[in-house]
């Protein structure tokens, strides 16, 4: 399997469940990221990992926790979410995620909806 | 805080029109410039990225422009074709961060 994966495409959960989303890069990039998109608002960065550790974590709710155990693969963990937090998660990788120009490319995304 | 505009909203042409769609941000200190176009409930999917220090990116029918003292993109899309109907979406790199737009939705008419 090539580029990014995320893994489920589609969540339901309820507000007191616990779930996880999964990201997988296969491209040996070193940098990965969680974004979040609602409809009409542009894409919100949430959390930057680079070479495993956290460098960005833009005032996300710790509802989300994420985790980093490889440079390939990347976890959203999810619990006691509000209905507001329904919207499309995206994994994105790149080489690096210092200063410069590194392109991102990004998996299909996970579609959540809190009822 | 970077902010990133994207005009129009929406576009409409028919098939084989040339298009420009564009992308202006507040801050001109960015390491690069991004295009990316998104399907309906898909991921994105990286078209061009240009450097701080170049000029413009050109892949196929599609080029980029950046003028970065002026805070503007430009994507020039040659020849529309139905499937190029899509979400078209800019990002900059400032700092660590990266901002996006919220997009031109083109449609291409047969």
């Known amino acids: 399997e090539t580029g990014v994966t995320q893994t489920p495409r589609h969540l339901v959960m309820g507000m007191t469940n616990k779930k996880s989303l999964k990201c997988e890069q296969h491209?040996?990039?070193?940098?990965m990221y969680w974004y979040k998109q609602s409809a009409k608002k542009p894409l919100e960065l949430m959390f930057v990992y680079n070479f495993k550790e956290q460098t960005e974590n833009n005032s996300v709710p710790s509802r989300f926790s994420p985790e980093c155990p490889n440079s390939s693969h990347l976890f959203l963990h999810l619990h006691t979410l509000q209905p507001e937090d329904s919207a499309l998660y995206l994994c994105?990788?790149?080489?690096?995620?210092?200063?410069?120009?590194?392109?991102?490319?990004f998996g299909p995304g996970t579609r959540l909806t809190v009822l | 805080k970077q902010e990133v505009t994207q005009i129009p909203a929406a576009l409409s042409v028919p098939e084989g029109e040339n298009l420009v769609l564009n992308c202006s941000f507040t801050?001109?200190?960015?390491?690069?410039l991004q295009w990316f176009r998104q399907d309906p409930g898909k991921g994105l999917t990286s078209l061009l990225l240009i450097q701080s220090s170049q000029r413009e990116q050109t892949s196929g029918r599609l080029n980029a422009s950046l003028d970065k003292s002026s805070g503007r993109s430009t994507l020039y899309i040659a020849a529309s074709q139905p499937g190029d109907s899509a979400t078209y979406l800019c990002a900059v790199k400032t700092g660590n961060q990266f901002y996006f737009g919220t997009g031109t939705s083109l449609t291409v008419i047969p």
């Open positions: 491209l040996g990039h070193n940098a």
């Open positions: 994105a990788s790149s080489l690096f995620a210092l200063a410069g120009g590194n392109e991102q490319f």
């Open positions: 801050d001109s200190a960015i390491y690069n």
